[in-house]
Each structure stands twice: as structure tokens, then as C-alpha cells.
């Protein structure tokens, strides 16, 4: 069975009197484990893809299933617990709190679940020496790179042991070579914490080294 099914889903918006379509009949399978890359120009609703998937935003018609279970059928309580319990998120600006330091930017998350606070640390500790900043751990966010920040960022999305990661355009504000490293880092992740992952990007190449590949065009999903 597939961990993560998206059976005809649409989503469109309403602004002044319009409506955009954005998702129409999208369905879609992703199974345990898998790394995914999508792509699609600017617009094309990626993001809004992300956010349904992510169970962020609910779609107007369809089912987003996990491991067989209707999402959208819980309550907004059940599906917040749902979402925090199962997915980390990574964007494309960090969003890292500015007053606190890398390693407790990580840390946060489980602290603010109630987590044993040592094994909150020490964990955060292990996941920042597993992005490469096991010498950073006491800086604050305006201390470290682009890179490094975001590194912190994929760090803070996995103190939780999600089983799925959502990236949306995690290397969009990176230079090419910080860009791949980010990639790579991903493919690690994936690789030895098993975690289920999609990644929107606007580059190509890097999408292209992805073992699976989806191109979003016309409110459609297609493999790439
Ligand atoms: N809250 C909203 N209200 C109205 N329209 C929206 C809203 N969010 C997105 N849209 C529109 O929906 C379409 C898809 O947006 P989305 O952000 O999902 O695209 P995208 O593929 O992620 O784009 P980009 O690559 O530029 O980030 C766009 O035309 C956008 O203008």
C-alpha cells in the first residue's frame, strides 16, 4: 500500500470574482521511502500541491490518504496532531527564530511537544553534526550562511522522526554548488533515516537526480 495517496484531488482560489484552478483530478501514489522531485513553471501550483499534500490546506474535492486513512475526514485538532507527528516541512526562507541559537532552533520543535528536554538536545545535537554543523550548534541564525541556515532549518523538520519531508524550494535563495549540497543532503536523509521525501525546485538538474520525477503543468501531475 502507499504511504502517501492523493486520489482526484482539486484545489482552485477565489480573488475578486475569479477562480483560479489550480489542481484538477490529481492523483498520485508515493510509497515508503521514496525521494521525489517536482518541477513546473512558475505558478504552475507546486506549492499548493505541497500544502495539500502536507495536509496545510484542505482540497476542495478528493482524499489525501496516509497509509490508507482519510485525512481530511479528522478534525482540525486531529489532523494538527496528525501533521506534527508525521511530516517536517522545509521552505524556501528558513524561518529560523533569530534569538535563538542553531542548536535550539532544532531542539524547539520537541520542546515545544514536551519532549525529555536532554534527549531533545541531544538529538537536535546528533541531526546539526548529521548537516555538517556540529561546530555551529551555538550560533544564532544571523551567525550562519544561507546554506548553513537552511541546513539548520532540514535539521529543525526531522527532530521530530517524520516520516514524510516536504521541501518547497529549500534551495531557491542558494547559490548552485550550496544548492547541491543541500540536495545531497536530502538524498542522505532519505537514505538513512528512511524518510519519505518531495522536493519542489525550479532546477532542473537537480531535479533530474532524483530517483522519481513529477512535472506539475495544466492542474495535472506527470511523471517527469
Ligand atoms: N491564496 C491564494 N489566493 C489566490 N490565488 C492563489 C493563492 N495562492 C496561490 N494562488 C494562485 O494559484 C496559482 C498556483 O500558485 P502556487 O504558489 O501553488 O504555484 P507554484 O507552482 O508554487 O509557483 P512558484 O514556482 O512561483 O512558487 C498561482 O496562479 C497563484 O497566483
Known sequence: MALLSIRNVFKSYFLHGKRIDVLRAVSLDINAGELVSMVGASGA???TFLHVLGTLDAPAAGEV????????????????????????????SHYLLPEFTALENVAMPALIQRRDR????????????????GSR????????SGGEAQRVALARALVLKP????????????DPTT?????QLLRDVNRDLGITAVIVT???TL???MPRRLRLAGGQVSEA
Open 207 to 209: 531535479a533530474r537526480s
Open 202 to 204: 525550479h532546477n532542473e
Open 163 to 174: 516520516a514524510v519531508l516536504l521541501a518547497d524550494e529549500p534551495t531557491g535563495n542558494l
Open 45 to 47: 501550483g507546486k506549492s
Open 137 to 144: 550548534v551555538d550560533h544564532r541564525p544571523g551567525e550562519l
Open 65 to 92: 490518504l496516509f497509509d490508507g486513512r482519510s485525512v481530511f475526514s479528522m478534525n482540525d485538532a486531529e489532523i494538527a496532531e496528525f501533521r506534527n507527528r508525521t511530516i517536517g516541512f522545509v521552505f524556501q
Open 179 to 183: 544548492g547541491e549540497g543541500i540536495h
Open 118 to 133: 536532554t534527549g531533545a538536545y541531544t538529538y537536535a545535537r546528533e541531526l546539526l553534526e548529521r548537516v555538517g554543523l
